[in-house]
């Protein structure tokens, strides 16, 4: 996107989001910063409303290479605006205290079972949101995108639980150009995209493709476009694409009510 395109759309989101807000009656914005870009955007929109932010990084611990690369980046993002005031709540006790009483997992021998708990921290950190927005009369922002969010990448009850969702009607190019714009610092924009789910997570790496074909093969399912003119690695990528959508359907829908007749 060109900058004037880039900035109408910020200020249209800031504004989308401040009547959101008045309409709910609420105070203040609640963001999880995790030191990536799509917290990093969706933490300079509710800044940019000029109401208060309380932001939070919830990290494993606060030590250790990641951690501490993590955390620098979201002390540069929140350290000078006037109305963020930054929260620190590491959560490795809490998930060990969840593995301790045998929800989770005590050994990460698999790639099914690093997923178990990687969603069992997302699910923790979802919690400590609720309960900041219940401290402070707030809103919970969501960070995911149009990428992520089509193809179920996100956990049902940790990520996916938020109040609003700005960003996920944009790709992630999107989020990037909007990166710029809101001047989310360089070690954020460059930082190689992780969900945090466990130690040497990246989301590339873990969904076996790049943000780039992701975005290319949603916007092919919303064409006309014939397959027959793919290439086979063209093909693997919008196979695998179609088949995340289907399986990951049921998180993009309101659970199914039983339609009790009483009349019957």
Not at 74 to 91: A, G, S
Not at 197 to 223: C, F, P, R, S, V
Request: proline fraction near 3%; charged fraction near 25%.
């Amino acid at each position: 996107m060109d900058e004037t395109t880039t900035r109408k759309l910020a200020n249209d989101i800031v504004q989308w989001m401040l009547d959101y807000q008045e309409s709910s009656g609420t105070c203040c914005w609640i963001v999880g910063v995790s030191g990536g870009i799509d917290s990093a955007v969706a933490c300079r929109l509710a800044e940019y409303t000029n109401k208060n932010v309380q932001a939070i990084a919830m990290p494993m611990y606060c030590h250790g290479i990641v951690d501490s690369v993590n955390l620098d980046n979201v002390m540069k993002l929140c350290v000078n605006p006037h109305n963020v005031k930054l929260d620190i709540r590491p959560i490795g006790q809490i998930v060990e205290s969840y593995k301790n009483n045998g929800v989770g997992c005590k050994r990460l021998l698999k790639s099914g079972q690093q997923l178990r708990e990687g969603n069992l921290r997302s699910r923790i950190r979802a919690n400590i949101l609720y309960d900041a927005a219940h401290y402070f009369h707030g809103l919970v922002v969501g960070t995911g995108n149009k990428d992520e969010d089509q193809i179920g990448y996100f956990t049902k009850g940790g990520d996916g639980l938020v109040d609003l969702c700005p960003l996920s009607d944009l790709h992630k190019s999107q989020v990037y150009d909007l990166a710029r714009y809101l001047n989310v610092p360089d070690s954020i924009i460059n930082a190689v995209p992780s969900a945090g789910l466990w130690d040497g997570q990246t989301d590339e790496t873990e969904l076996g493709m790049t943000y780039d074909e992701i975005e290319w093969a949603l916007k092919h399912i919303n064409t006309t476009r014939t397959d027959a003119c793919l290439n086979l690695e063209e093909l693997n990528i919008l196979n695998d694409v179609k088949q995340r959508v289907r399986t990951n359907a049921h998180k993009l829908k309101v659970p199914p009510v039983f339609p009790y007749n009483k009349d019957q």
